[in-house]
Each structure stands twice: as C-alpha cells, then as structure tokens.
C-alpha cells in the first residue's frame, strides 16, 4: 500500500523559494502509469493543483504557476521534489503530494495523498 509524507519548512519569506519533498513508500515512483502531484488548499482558493511528475519523470504544471514552478525526482529514494520561487503571501496553503492516474488531457484522479504541510509566507 502506498503512503506518501510530505516534509520541508513552515515558514518561507516573501521572494524566496519555497521547497518541499514528498517521500514515497511501498510503491516505486517509476511504476506505469501513475502521476506525482503537488496539490495546495488555501482558504481563498480552494484546492488548486499545482503540477506533477510522472512514472517517466515528464512534469506538467500548472499554466498560471508554471513560470515559478519545478518538480523533479530521485527515483534512487522514491521521493519528489516540489520548488515554487519568488513566491508571495498568497502562496501561503497547506500543500499536498498526491498520487494520481491521468484521465484525460490536465485531469487526473488521485488516490492516495499524504497528510499535508502548512506553509506560510511571512516576513
């Protein structure tokens, strides 16, 4: 059974960058056919997707977060990486990594995810 953890800082100041790892157990991350998502929920927002990596190590972002994001993987470890830069208060969410399959073009099911990190941006 698959379990994800998601680990990194709570606390990331404006302009900086912000990176979390998502590490995975009981499943290796090149297995066909699954995508590896990072998933924020804010309570402005709601859940937004933010973009994920998938078993051949293709990532997809989302467009109005692409110019800022980077998700990479180590699949030595199992484990992805999430990097968000220059970012502002409004990224402030509980971030979620997730394990989906693809459905369709940018629609995916997820399910399993790991228990979410808060991360806040202030000075």
């Known amino acids: 059974q698959a379990q994800l953890q998601e680990s990194g800082p709570g606390l990331v100041k404006p302009s900086q960058t912000l990176s979390l790892t998502c590490t995975v157990s009981?499943?290796?991350?090149?297995?066909?056919?699954?995508?590896w998502n990072w998933i924020r929920q804010s309570p402005d927002k709601g859940l937004e997707w933010v973009g994920n990596i998938n078993y051949d190590g293709n990532t997809h972002y989302s467009p109005s977060l692409k110019s800022r994001t980077s998700i990479s993987r180590d699949t030595s470890k199992d484990l992805f990486t999430l990097q968000l830069s220059s970012v502002i208060p409004e990224d402030t969410a509980v971030y979620y990594c997730a394990r989906g399959t693809r459905l369709g073009p940018g629609q995916y099911e997820y399910d399993t995810w790991g228990q979410g990190i808060q991360v806040t941006v202030s000075s």
């Open positions: 009981g499943v290796v991350i090149t297995r066909h056919y699954y995508y």
